[in-house]
């Protein structure tokens, strides 16, 4: 457990590709994803928020703090890290999505031996940066906040004005599968 991370649990979308029902409350053998993301991040982390824009009784109940995104419009990841490190009493916080239940167990700690003096550390497969797995510094939370009020919400382009290191999780690619639709549900658990 890194006790100096904060782990972001981000569960503030419309679960559009999903049918608009909330994916993190989707069951995956039996549980709700969320659940899954938080059993995988708990041990990593010194704390828990989830950043949820709807059900926020439902997400309550894993026993977490629950924080909507304080701009309106469901205006996608970067605002649910910005409500999350609103709500951070650490010095780092480290994001997951609530559809990704596979996430890696050693996540926090590799991407913290990489971070040094960046702001930010991303999780990366083969070419493929995994923009919503990332460690940053609770620092750029003013920074952040001065890029969503000039309308941005591109992550890449947020990405792009900090000083960044991709990780390599080349030996655990398959941790990083999200479950975006029913069918993928359905493929990766008989509970769907």
């Known amino acids: 457990m890194n006790a100096e991370v904060t782990g972001i649990?981000?569960?503030?979308?419309?679960?559009?590709?999903?049918?608009?029902?909330?994916?993190?409350l989707q069951l995956l053998h039996g549980r709700p994803m969320v659940a899954?993301?938080?059993?995988?991040?708990?041990?990593?982390?010194?704390?828990?928020?989830?950043?949820?824009?709807?059900?926020?009784?439902?997400?309550?109940?894993?026993?977490?703090?629950?924080?909507?995104?304080a701009i309106g419009g469901f205006?996608?990841?970067?605002?649910?890290l910005h409500a999350g490190l609103g709500a951070a009493a650490r010095a780092h916080a480290v994001t997951a999505p609530c559809d990704s239940p596979?996430?890696?167990?050693?996540?926090?700690?590799?991407l913290m031996d990489a971070l040094r003096d960046n702001d930010l550390a991303v999780a990366k497969t083969g070419d493929q940066p995994h923009p919503?797995?990332?460690?940053?510094?609770?620092?750029?939370?003013?920074?952040?906040?001065?890029?969503?009020?000039?309308?941005?919400?591109?992550i890449d382009a947020w990405y792009a004005t900090l000083?960044?290191?991709?990780?390599?999780f080349d030996d655990e690619a398959e941790a990083f599968r999200n479950i975006n639709t029913m069918d993928e549900l359905r493929m990766s658990?008989?509970?769907a």
């Open 132 to 154: 919503v797995f990332c460690l940053v510094r609770v620092a750029v939370q003013s920074h952040l906040e001065a890029f969503l009020a000039a309308g941005g919400r591109k």
């Open 102 to 110: 596979f996430l890696p167990g050693d996540l926090v700690a590799r």
């Open 163 to 168: 000083k960044v290191v991709e990780v390599p």
């Open 189 to 191: 658990g008989p509970d």
């Open 9 to 24: 649990v981000l569960a503030g979308g419309q679960g559009r590709r999903m049918g608009g029902v909330d994916k993190g």
């Open 75 to 80: 205006a996608g990841p970067l605002a649910g």
């Open 36 to 69: 899954h993301v938080i059993a995988r991040l708990a041990p990593q982390v010194g704390e828990i928020v989830v950043n949820a824009n709807q059900n926020l009784e439902a997400y309550r109940a894993f026993g977490q703090r629950v924080v909507p995104d």
